[in-house]
């Protein structure tokens, strides 16, 4: 009994000592200590290191530094008031790559790493153990500014920790690019995968093909969502909605995205995907049909099983030497730019109905023995293996690239599922983990009466995404990232709407050990980051505090259940048409809605606070839901 109660007592000291800190992700080892930094106007940096990299991470935290006031003063000597740098001599197996030991007392702090990338997740942990003002600091006031002590021993559970941004489907600037990137970097990411090429826009120059941006990168403006009525473009209008970027605006952001420890992996989506292409280029499509950059009109039909049918083609043709010749050059000119070891070929969605058509693609499959669509989209993904890695760069392709047998060499991302990615791993393929029902941040995360986005997938959905399911060896698994699909995306806020928080989910799915993982802290730490992002005046979804509204029929009766994945709220709600909701009733079990002209009103509360947005809900939506 007495072992009982102490291990019950030094469990719950832990927590209360992990309750200190605020660092998403959630690291390794944090150990609490009696004691705290105190942040002077003036700091001391003793950097034991020459590593050009390591000391430009370090600029960067000065320069954060500085902004709120405080000097840093670079000497190389442990005096009071020190924060060292160390690279280790001798290389530490546990920490890795990208690992990290930081150390927090009174006097000092000290960062140890193997090497740069150690050093900057170490200094992302540091940032995120200042207070959640610091960084809007006008008036300095070295009081208030105490760093915790502790001891973190930290490194990610994996190597690629992702997120993808589409800039096809509408164009972010270099600006606005940098900014997604660096928000990243504070929470580990260290895979930007950059969705550069789609039906809707072409967004990279590439010199031999200029019409690629110049025709490519601009389609006529049209409103509403993304997949209705949005109509073509008319005789002669003017393709005013757009842009693109300059290969030396793609050097910047790769630079850029270096200095935050942040690989970038730049996708062009082929044979499918590539309308933008063909309405520059129409000679390489496998039907004549006129070509335009598509504005976001209706021009395919999904059936349940994934199935799909194209009304417009966006394919290259396969059976065209001069394809492979494009293809070619355009790989030359990205392998160029971007310096990392990946290059993405799409793959995805491959519509077939035009090829089948097609009395030169048909001739082509015979004279090589293509028995179907389906191996000649493979022949097609294996031609464009080769070209990739004639450049020494490895190729990846969305899960589909497995449809009629999977290249040699090629990584697999899986997105419909994590099916792909066991197929990949048995056949001894690297793969890359990106569920659509966990990852895909275009979902909507709260209640569709309040949201914009198709689907739904909450954050604790998000948060329960483990990338290694049961029967694959993890070896192949190099880790997972989240997808922001930008359809229903037309601007940087909502952009970081989408992603934030499920981006803190990931990252702990990605960088915690699982065993590390715990819901009710991570939902604590993060309100502290609401807060972070709130000062900053940064766009972030508070729709984990939003009610959870199921409804079902139960003996011809219109039930409803509501819940919240937050701790500590209380939800209240009406169905007689009067709010405020707190002044309404308490839930505590399913209720029925009965029949007649109402709405459900439901809003969660915590000590008397109104903490998420109030659902309103008409009894017919209410009645859809439940019949579906
Ligand atoms: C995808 O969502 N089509 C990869």
């Known amino acids: 009994m007495k072992t009982l109660f102490l291990t019950f007592f030094f469990l719950t000291l832990s927590q209360i000592i992990n309750a200190q800190h605020s660092i998403i992700p959630e690291p390794v080892s944090f150990?609490?200590?009696?004691?705290?930094?105190?942040?002077?106007?003036?700091l001391n940096f003793n950097i034991e290191t020459q590593d050009p990299q390591t000391n430009q991470y370090i600029n960067?935290?000065?320069?954060?530094?500085?902004?709120?006031?405080?000097?840093?003063?670079?000497?190389?000597?442990?005096?009071?008031?020190?924060?060292?740098?160390?690279?280790?001599?001798?290389?530490?197996?546990?920490?890795?790559?990208?690992?990290?030991?930081?150390?927090?007392?009174?006097?000092?702090?000290?960062?140890?790493?193997?090497?740069?990338?150690?050093?900057?997740?170490?200094?992302?942990?540091?940032?995120?153990?200042?207070?959640?003002?610091?960084?809007?600091?006008?008036?300095?006031?070295?009081?208030?500014?105490?760093?915790p002590g502790c001891k973190i021993k930290d490194y990610p559970r994996f190597g690629w920790r992702g997120l993808m941004l589409d800039v096809s489907r509408h164009f972010f600037t270099v600006e606005e690019v940098k900014s997604f990137i660096d928000q990243m970097s504070q929470y580990k990411f260290n895979v930007f995968h950059w969705h550069l090429t789609d039906d809707q826009g072409w967004r990279i120059e590439i010199k031999s093909y200029p019409k690629l941006t110049e025709v490519g990168a601009w389609r006529v403006e049209r409103h509403g969502y993304f997949g209705t009525d949005r109509t073509a473009p008319k005789e002669g209008e003017k393709a005013t909605y757009g842009g693109y970027y300059t290969q030396e605006d793609i050097k910047e952001v790769v630079q850029y995205a270096l200095d935050r420890n942040i690989t970038i992996v730049p996708e062009i989506d082929f044979p499918g995907h590539s309308m933008a292409a063909l309405a520059a280029y129409p000679e390489l499509a496998?039907?004549?049909?006129?070509?335009?950059?598509?504005?976001?009109?209706?021009?395919?039909?999904?059936?349940?099983?994934?199935?799909?049918?194209?009304?417009?083609?966006?394919?290259?043709?396969p059976a065209d030497e001069g394809v492979y010749d494009f293809v070619d050059k355009i790989f030359t000119e990205i392998a160029a730019l971007f310096p990392g070891k990946y290059i993405h070929m799409g793959g995805d969605e491959a519509y077939h109905g035009y090829w089948e058509e097609n009395p030169e693609v048909q001739k082509f499959m015979k004279a090589n023995k293509i028995a179907n669509g389906n191996e000649l989209q493979s022949y097609f993904v294996k031609r464009i293996e080769?070209?990739?890695?004639?450049?020494?760069?490895?190729?990846?392709?969305?899960?589909?690239?497995?449809?009629?047998?999977?290249?040699?060499?090629?990584?697999?991302?899986?997105?419909?599922?994590?099916?792909?990615?066991?197929?990949?791993?048995?056949?001894?393929?690297?793969?890359?983990?990106?569920?659509?029902?966990?990852?895909?941040l275009d979902l909507a995360q709260g209640d569709h009466s309040v949201e914009t986005q198709n689907r739904y997938v909450n954050l604790e959905k998000v948060y329960s995404f483990d990338p290694i399911p049961e029967s694959i060896d993890p070896k192949f698994v190099l880790g997972g990232q989240g997808c922001l699909w930008t359809e229903r995306?037309?601007?940087?806020?909502?952009?970081?709407?989408?992603?934030?928080?499920?981006?803190?989910?990931?990252?702990?799915?990605?960088?915690?050990?699982?065993?590390?993982?715990?819901?009710?802290?991570?939902?604590?730490?993060?309100?502290?980051?609401?807060?972070?992002?709130?000062?900053?005046?940064?766009?972030?979804?508070?729709?984990?505090?939003?009610?959870?509204?199921?409804?079902?029929?139960?003996n011809g009766k219109l039930m409803c259940e509501l819940t919240n994945s937050i701790p500590g709220t209380e939800i209240f709600y009406t169905i007689n048409n009067t709010y405020p909701v707190r002044f309404g009733k308490k839930y505590t079990d399913p209720f029925e809605i009965p029949m007649g002209d109402l709405s459900l009103r439901t809003q969660t509360y915590r000590n008397d606070k109104p903490m998420g947005r109030m659902l309103l809900i008409h009894r017919t939506d209410l009645e859809k839901r439940a019949n579906k």
């Open 386 to 440: 080769k070209i990739i890695s004639s450049k020494n760069k490895k190729m990846i392709g969305w899960g589909e690239i497995l449809i009629g047998g999977l290249a040699d060499g090629a990584t697999v991302m899986s997105w419909h599922d994590m099916q792909a990615g066991l197929e990949a791993a048995k056949l001894g393929h690297d793969v890359i983990m990106t569920p659509r029902a966990y990852t895909y």
């Open 31 to 42: 150990e609490g200590k009696n004691a705290s930094f105190v942040l002077r106007d003036v």
């Open 60 to 147: 960067q935290f000065k320069t954060l530094l500085e902004k709120s006031g405080i000097t840093a003063v670079a000497s190389n000597k442990i005096v009071e008031n020190s924060i060292t740098f160390t690279l280790n001599k001798k290389k530490d197996n546990e920490l890795g790559v990208e690992g990290y030991l930081l150390d927090v007392t009174n006097s000092g702090i000290t960062l140890t790493a193997n090497g740069s990338s150690g050093i900057f997740n170490g200094l992302q942990s540091l940032r995120q153990l200042l207070p959640p003002h610091f960084e809007t600091i006008t008036n300095y006031d070295s009081k208030s500014i105490q760093i």
């Open 286 to 317: 496998s039907n004549n049909d006129p070509k335009y950059v598509e504005p976001g009109g209706k021009f395919v039909q999904w059936n349940p099983d994934f199935t799909f049918e194209m009304f417009i083609e966006n394919m290259l043709n």
């Open 489 to 554: 995306i037309p601007n940087l806020p909502f952009a970081f709407y989408m992603t934030y928080p499920r981006a803190f989910a990931l990252s702990e799915a990605l960088w915690t050990p699982k065993e590390n993982k715990d819901w009710e802290y991570f939902i604590q730490k993060t309100e502290i980051h609401f807060k972070r992002f709130d000062l900053k005046s940064l766009n972030i979804s508070k729709a984990v505090y939003d009610p959870i509204v199921r409804v079902y029929k139960d």
